[in-house]
């Protein structure tokens, strides 16, 4: 699909292929390849891709552990590397011999030295524990009829997010399916409402149901039919404004009270 597409239309790719693991995406089955056959693999997307990205684009690249090793070389070959985010989702296989791996990556990159980045809109609520006043007035902190709370600046380890389980609506069968709330950071940071948000791995569609709640223009490709429907179906339900959850009145919740 990528040669039909315009030139120069992304300002925000989302990029979540297949990790360089053997998995069955039902049916379509992506096999662990060699470190050197998955670099290649990933060089050919990253070089058909460059050509759809905006001067000012931004860049957020899903990995684990093991293809991070892979990949980052790579971006900072075709991009300006900025950063790692590294994120718990919780679920993991345990191990008898190593720790059990319950992170995943996302690599953030920029098409170039200008940019967008609103970090006010992905300011994180965090309770207070020990409180400090000046002269009787709270310093850095608020008070509402929840409780004493702080905004503070998002940092590039997140452990407020979950993934998406049976009761939640946002749910699906996708095997790698990723929570609404991470991609409303990624979103909100790093794109205006009515930026063009792509995303060639869409999978069960989360990017665009979120693209969709927070006024964004979204594109994307997907393989399999039966995912593509799921997708299609989220996006019929989402609506501008419609909630998400963890995020609220133009903040991100954190769901650990015990932070500071």
Not at 4 to 15: E, N
Not at 27 to 51: C, D, H, I, M, Q
Not at 84 to 103: D, P, Q
Not at 217 to 235: K, N, Q, T
Request: hydrophobic share 35%; with cysteine; glycine share 6%.
């Amino acid at each position: 699909m990528l040669p039909r597409l315009p030139s120069q239309f992304v300002d925000l790719l989302i990029l979540d292929p297949p990790y360089n693991l053997t998995k069955n995406y039902n049916g379509n089955v992506f096999r662990e390849r060699s470190g050197a056959g998955y670099s290649e693999w990933f060089s050919t997307l990253l070089a058909a891709l460059k050509p759809t990205l905006k001067p000012t684009a931004s860049i957020y690249v899903c990995a684990d552990w093991q293809t991070s090793l892979l990949i980052a070389p790579l971006l900072k070959q075709h991009f300006q590397l900025r950063n790692r985010v590294t994120w718990a989702r919780e679920k993991g296989r345990g191990a008898s011999a190593n720790w059990k791996s319950v992170a995943e990556d996302i690599w953030f990159c920029t098409n170039g030295s200008q940019f967008y980045f609103d970090v006010d809109a992905v300011k994180v609520r965090k309770k207070v524990r020990a409180p400090y006043r000046t002269e009787g007035r709270p310093k850095d902190w608020h008070e509402d009829n929840a409780g004493k709370f702080r905004l503070t600046h998002p940092s590039n380890v997140w452990t407020d997010l979950t993934v998406p389980f049976w009761s939640m609506p946002e749910n699906t069968d996708h095997p790698t399916q990723k929570p609404e709330k991470l991609l409303a950071k990624l979103l909100l940071a790093s794109s205006r409402p009515g930026d063009m948000v792509f995303d060639p791995f869409l999978g069960s569609g989360t990017t665009a149901a979120v693209a969709k709640k927070l006024g964004r223009s979204f594109l994307g490709i997907e393989l399999d039919a039966e995912y593509c429907s799921w997708g299609a179906h989220r996006v019929s339900l989402a609506e501008v404004g419609a909630p998400i959850q963890g995020y609220s009145e133009g903040v991100f919740l954190d769901r650990n009270p015990n932070c500071e």
